[in-house]
Every structure is written in structure tokens, then in C-alpha cells.
């Protein structure tokens, strides 16, 4: 069928109308005329593959990945990337209007930062091993796509690649992950369904790099992408990263930005938007390593800490220490147990960052969130502007919406970054 394509879904995906349903068509761009071929079909939609495109897009761009066809990493890489920057800042507001019900959203917009090229900037990414090879699955299915470098990683990583690829047996390996820090040193961490065979090739074949750490998972349950328990079988415990002038220890179940540059940025305007004052009591929820609680206790009274992965907050507290902050503290625990469970120390807190997973905020810190009348102000970070425009909604009963701005964290995919500043009404 012949299909024009007018929008994206939130998987990337060109979306288009027709008499018979919508239409979802991978690597289509707003503006194609596309003769399409249908791969699944139901009574309310049907996904595509381009047969052919009759007229393309005029922010069409020859992608510069010789994978990007068939690969599932990347979203725009034949997308203009100003105009991916206007359609995610739209899509923003059309899920503020339509989700969180925000009126006058052109008077609260405050800032779109964007990079000026987007590659080579991720830090750390996951690959699949198949038939002793290595690569990302095409969207939406189990095709895989063998690759020998990835355009939006550090180039360290792709070192780690190339040396990898020489590898003639991976044995039971499914899964890679690879990270890079601020000095080009990496982290390897090898995902099997059991005790791996085959380390020592592995190990050989990085040596030649900045390898610091190397480590065995076995995960048994791929609903998750790591199993519990971690061994190590090179180097150092942890690698260390940087944002702005603080250096932080990640462990390999830890979670850090993936871009460094852009983190940069948002962390910066968040806590600029915290306004943080040295009578403050900050808390720092789903803090992670401490990147942001450290990063605003230069300029605050006192910052409190909150992250359930255990290994994480350890981190942390290593993290104030190698940075020399002694007015961070930090707590394993759920964050929407947090407040009630709150020390006398902490009694004051007045202000709050938070910046949670895809699936946003615990709908029973949002009732906290409601309750707490000593809450001046509220920074929500976010990677899913659905889910915050869902917790929007019903946290602007109590709370101002002041300012959002944007951050593509994520150039060339679906995904960004956003940050709303709020103060109790």
C-alpha cells in the first residue's frame, strides 16, 4: 500500500493513517510517501517495512551507519537533527497538554539543549552475542544485525568492539556490556546463562586497551537485564567517571548517565532551578552513585541521599568522600518510603530533586509528595515524558508549574530528557 507518513510513535516508528487503520512503518521519516509492505496486521493497526519511497521527506539525511536498515539501536539517524530536536520539544507538549491537562505550556517552556553533532557520545551500551558474533536485534523482533562498531558510542568502546569481533567462540555469552569513562578506560561485564568458558580469550583480547574491570553475570531470567550476583575476573572493582569537576566510582550494577557532555548541562540547569541556599535541606531521590546529591551539596545545607540498589549507595558514600563532601549522606531504601521514615536531622528538608526510571514516580511518594507541606520546591528529571506528565497531573493540584525544559540526552533516538521545576502553591 501507498502510505504517507505524518508523525512518530513512541518507539520511533513512522506513523501513518489510513482508511484501514494506522500504520507503523521502521526507518520511514515525517513527510515520506512510502509504498510499504504490511509484516502484521490486526483490526486496528498494521506494522510496515519500506518497499519503496516514492517521494522522500525534505529532512530526509543519508544515514552515515552502514547498520542502521535493519538495526534496532538508533530511531533518526536519517532524520535531520534540528528537526528531531522541534519533534521531540512538540511531543513533549502535546503529552503536558493531553496527559497532565497544563494550560499556558508556551509560557512555562523555558530551554531546549541540544548537542552539536550526535555521535560518539554514549558511555556505555549493551550488545547481543549470536552464532559467536556481536550486535543489536532489528526493532520489534528477534533478527539479529552483526556489527563491528556502533556510531553513537565512544570511541574506546568501539576499540572494545573490534577486539572482540576477532573472537572466534563466545561459548554461553548472550549478552555484552561495555563502558568507557572520562579517560578512555573501560569496564566489561559478560552475561551468560551460566559459568562462562571462555574468560581468559576475552581478557586477551582487551588487554591491549584501557581495560580496568572485567566481570562475569549469569542471568538466567532475561526479563532483567542483569542476574544478582556479579564476579569479577579483572582489574578494579569500579571505574571511575566524571561529571563537571566531581569524580564518581560506578560499579558494574550501577546506574550512570550515558552521556557525559549532556549531563553536564542538565545537571546544571537543575540545580539552578533548585536554587540551592546554604539553610536548605535537600533530598535527592533515586539518586544513584550521588552524581546529582553531590553535585548540589557544594551550593546547600544538608543533602540526603535515596536509592534502593544497595551497591549504588555504597558508591556514593565513597563518592563524597573521594570529593570531599561531608554534607551529602545517603540511604538504601525505596523512595516512596523515604519521608516518613526520615531522621530528626532531616526533618527540615524544604526542597527535593528527583529523577526516576522510565516508569516514573511510586504513585505513594506522589501522595507523600501531596501531604508534605514543608516542600518549597520540586525538580522532576525525567526520561519518559509520559510517565512525568502522568505524575504532573496530579501533582500540580499542590504544587506550581514553572518551568520545563528539554535535554536531548539521546541524539538520533526517540528518547529525551526533561526537567520541570515546581513550588508549592
Not at 494506522?22 to 504490511?38: R, T
Not at 574468560?199 to 549469569?218: A, G, Q, R
Not at 542538565?266 to 533515586?286: C, F, G, R, S
Not at 493540584?397 to 541524539?411: A, G, H, N, R, T
Amino acid at each position: 500500500m501507498k502510505v504517507k507518513i505524518i508523525d512518530y510513535d513512541f518507539k520511533g516508528r513512522g506513523l501513518a493513517k489510513t482508511d484501514q487503520g494506522l500504520v507503523f512503518v521502521d526507518k520511514a521519516v515525517i513527510g515520506d510517501l512510502l509504498e510499504v509492505i504490511v509484516t502484521k496486521k490486526t483490526k486496528k493497526y498494521a506494522n510496515a517495512k519500506i518497499a519503496k519511497i516514492i517521494d522522500p521527506s525534505e529532512d530526509r539525511v543519508e544515514a552515515k551507519c552502514p547498520y542502521f536498515k535493519k538495526c534496532g539501536g538508533c530511531d533518526f539517524l536519517n532524520y535531520d537533527y534540528k528537526k528531531q530536536i522541534e519533534w521531540k520539544k512538540d511531543k513533549l507538549i502535546q503529552d503536558l497538554k493531553r496527559i497532565a491537562a497544563i494550560s499556558q505550556i508556551d509560557k512555562k517552556l523555558d530551554k531546549s539543549i541540544y548537542m552539536d553533532q550526535g555521535y560518539k557520545y554514549r558511555n556505555n551500551i549493551q550488545l547481543k552475542v549470536k552464532e559467536n558474533k556481536i550486535g543489536y536485534f532489528s526493532k520489534d523482533s528477534n533478527e539479529f544485525v552483526p556489527i563491528k562498531s556502533c556510531l553513537l558510542a565512544e570511541d574506546p568502546i568501539n576499540q572494545a568492539i573490534r577486539s572482540l569481533n576477532e573472537i572466534n567462540n563466545f561459548y554461553n555469552i548472550t549478552d555484552l556490556v561495555i563502558r568507557s569513562n572520562y579517560k578512555g578506560e573501560l569496564m566489561v561485564i559478560l552475561i551468560a546463562d551460566g559459568k562462562i568458558k571462555n574468560t581468559n580469550t576475552i581478557l586477551n583480547k582487551l588487554l591491549d586497551l584501557k581495560l580496568v574491570s572485567l566481570y562475569e553475570n549469569i542471568n538466567t531470567n532475561k526479563r532483567f537485564r542483569y542476574g544478582k550476583n556479579f564476579r569479577k575476573i579483572y582489574g578494579q572493582d569500579k571505574i571511575v567517571d566524571k561529571i563537571n569537576d566531581l569524580e564518581f566510582e560506578i560499579s558494574p550494577q550501577s546506574f550512570f548517565q550515558i552521556n557525559r557532555q549532556q549531563t553536564e548541562k542538565l545537571y546544571n540547569l537543575a540545580i539552578d532551578y533548585l536554587d540551592p541556599k546554604e539553610e536548605d535541606k535537600i533530598l535527592d531521590l533515586y539518586c544513584g552513585v550521588g552524581s546529582i546529591s553531590l553535585s548540589v551539596a557544594e551550593k546547600s545545607g544538608e543533602v540526603l541521599g535515596v536509592e534502593i540498589v544497595e551497591e549504588a549507595i555504597k558508591n556514593a558514600r565513597k563518592n563524597a568522600i573521594i570529593n570531599k563532601i561531608e554534607n551529602a549522606n545517603f540511604v538504601a531504601e525505596k523512595s516512596e518510603n523515604i519521608i516518613e521514615k526520615i531522621s530528626e536531622k532531616y526533618q527540615g528538608i524544604n526542597k527535593i530533586i528527583l529523577d526516576p526510571p522510565r516508569s516514573g514516580l511510586h504513585k505513594d511518594l506522589v501522595e507523600e509528595l501531596l501531604e508534605s507541606k514543608n516542600i518549597e520546591k520540586i525538580v522532576y528529571i525525567s526520561c519518559n515524558p509520559a510517565t512525568q506528565a502522568r505524575d504532573l497531573k496530579i501533582l500540580k493540584e499542590k504544587y506550581e508549574i514553572e518551568k520545563i525544559s528539554l535535554v536531548d540526552m539521546f541524539p538520533n533516538t526517540v528518547h529525551v530528557e526533561t526537567i520541570v521545576l515546581m513550588s508549592r502553591k
